[in-house]
């Protein structure tokens, strides 16, 4: 079921704060700590699939009327957070077995191209 949330982007959207809130940290949890390879990589894939899905949503850009600009909502402080939870772990992840650096270059790849913009 975890597995196909990020398809339902309606779901992500009306749950963003339990998803986050709870979700999130038990993936970083079996991410950094289980030794089961399968669980570490089910764990990242469906982090990776659901934090993309909050990265690169539009909706996270407001167009302000009163300012005349775009402006972030919250997208600083989720990359902020997803920045301050893998980084510690990031030599691990990229030492891993494949596929699982692939994972967290794809995050750290839309960290960085959503940082430009």
Partial sequence: MTENLSANYRILEILAKPILTYLVPVLLNKISNSDDESIKYLSFKIFT??????????????YDRQEGQISRNNIGELCNRILRELYPNLLQVLQSHPPIPFFGLRILSSLVERSQN
Wanted: net charge negative; no cysteine.
């Fill in 49 to 62: 699939d659901i934090m993309l899905q909050y990265i690169n949503d539009p909706q996270i850009y407001v």
